[in-house]
């Protein structure tokens, strides 16, 4: 309601309009009383400070006893309190007491990925050969050979019957061209596992190496019995029947290969090369299209490791003996693409072959005889060299697994006669061994080795 109301001092006083509001009564249960009091929830957090503090200061008594009152007022939920008790453990030598309350940290909260880690800590024992094997894989993959050699020699310390660890080491010896000791580390494994393909094929490739070639197929085919679906050995097969020039087997073994990994251009570039020698050629120029094509669809997704300039070299090589130099001129310049960027991405040194063959091509294609490589040969003998001696040598590179594993890598190279006296070398790479567990990602190595295949 309104109500104007005149204030008067002595004189008269304006009048002023406000509003009276009405009072309502409170509602008889609001002016009850609380008979009794809400109860308090406990904080979870509450002693935390306490308990880092303690810890930091490595009074470890009392950081336990702190831990024991977090822990029965929130009904053992504080994962903080579990986390620090945790870690005293471990620092006391109570590995498995450790592990359980980590285990329980990760229950909690299953997303953070520090719990994780100290659940595996809790796990890696210095005398675990297992471990050791592994740790020394995963270190031959990123290439670093030290820490490698140190797990791997740890491992065969303490199990020197570990077959794992030796394939492991004897794939390291076959990469740096140690055959002869690689196959002796082979022959402790073929007594544990002797029906290991990748065993076998790396015992193939390791005679390829020494250029016994009629043991190495023997070997390689008994890999291809005990996994007659493995594409590597498959490409090891047809290698070394290149290098023997035996080109329908050649063939035959690339053809199965590439049922099983038609993404792979080096595989259609070997098939091209033993298609050249069976004088079919134009199945080979499908072959070497299939191939170039495959290889620049690698260097597109940025795999520069995986790009191979000697598809081009070969293709342009086929097409310069077929009288078409424009074609031949165009791969050229794609080979140089390739090696530029292998050698800004890389530290990579290009086989002599390989460079001697460039430089033939590029001088009948009147492009130059100056390529793009800048580092000197290695072997300054190798400009002596006719077209009719051949070499042969296996590289390992590991690709890493919780199993020993090894990449085995070859070339070969088949001389073709160009025009106007230039030569011609269709160069091919180094195929992966067989890993013991198949694995869904491919990695290659750049070539380090090669073998010239004489033609007939």
Same mark, same amino acid.
């Given at each position: ?232 050995? =498959? +490409?090891? $097969?047809?290698? *070394?029947? !290149? &290098? ?11 053809? %199965? #290969? ?8 080096? =595989? +259609?570039? $070997?098939?091209? *090369?033993? !298609? &050249?020698n069976l004088e079919d050629t134009e199945n080979?120029?499908?072959?070497? %299209? #299939? ?8 260097a597109i997704d940025s795999v520069c490791h ?151």
């Amino acid at each position: 309601m309104e109500r104007e109301i005149s204030i008067r001092n002595g004189s008269l006083a304006p009048s002023f309009l406000f509003h009276e509001r009405t009072q309502f009564p409170a509602s008889a249960k609001s002016q009850k009383p609380w008979l009794k009091k809400a109860p308090e929830f406990p904080i979870l957090e509450k002693l935390n400070w306490l308990i880092h503090l303690h810890y930091i200061r490595k009074d470890y008594e009392a950081c336990k006893a702190v831990i024991r009152e977090q822990l029965q007022e929130t009904q053992g939920l504080c994962e903080y309190a579990i986390y620090v008790q945790a870690l005293i453990f471990r620092l006391e030598g109570n590995i498995q007491e450790s592990l359980e309350l980590f285990q329980t940290c990760a229950v909690l909260s299953p997303q953070c990925a520090d719990n994780l880690k100290q659940v595996a800590r809790s796990l890696f024992s210095p005398e675990n050969t297992e471990l050791l094997t592994t740790l020394g894989l995963l270190y031959l993959q990123l290439g670093i050979y030290q820490k490698a050699f140190e797990h791997l020699g740890n491992a065969l310390t303490y199990d020197p019957t570990n077959y794992k660890a030796i394939l492991a080491a004897g794939s390291m010896m076959q990469t740096h061209g140690d055959f002869d000791v690689a196959l002796t580390k082979y022959r402790v494994v073929a007594c544990a596992v002797p029906e290991s393909p990748p065993l076998w094929n790396n015992i193939g490739m390791c005679f390829f190496g020494k250029k016994k070639y009629v043991a190495a197929i023997s070997c390689l085919k008994r890999a291809n019995y005990l996994a007659p679906f493995d594409w590597k050995i =498959l +490409y090891n $097969l047809g290698l *070394v029947h !290149l &290098t023997m020039q035996q080109y329908a087997s050649a063939f035959h073994f690339l053809s %199965a #290969a590439i049922s099983f990994q038609p993404r792979m251009g080096e =595989l +259609y570039m $070997l098939l091209a *090369v033993a !298609l &050249t020698n069976l004088e079919d050629t134009e199945n080979a120029r499908r072959a070497y %299209a #299939a191939a170039v094509r495959l290889d620049n669809v690698s260097a597109i997704d940025s795999v520069c490791h995986r790009c191979n300039p000697l598809v081009n070299l070969n293709y342009a090589v086929l097409l310069y003996n077929q009288g078409e130099k424009g074609g031949a001129l165009a791969q050229y310049q794609q080979m140089e693409k390739k090696v530029n960027l292998l050698k800004d991405s890389s530290s990579l040194e290009f086989d002599s072959e390989m460079v001697e063959m460039a430089q033939k091509l590029g001088a009948a294609l009147q492009v130059g005889e100056a390529l793009v490589w800048t580092k000197p040969v290695k072997d300054p003998k190798s400009k002596h060299r006719t077209t009719s001696t051949s070499k042969a040598a296996g590289v390992q590179q590991p690709l890493g697994s919780n199993q020993a594993l090894g990449q085995a890598m070859s070339s070969a190279a088949a001389f073709r006669k160009l025009p106007s006296g230039a030569g011609g070398t269709p160069l091919l790479t180094k195929p992966p061994s067989l890993p013991l567990e198949p694995e869904s990602t491919e990695q290659a190595c750049p070539p380090e080795a090669s073998a010239q295949i004489r033609e007939k």
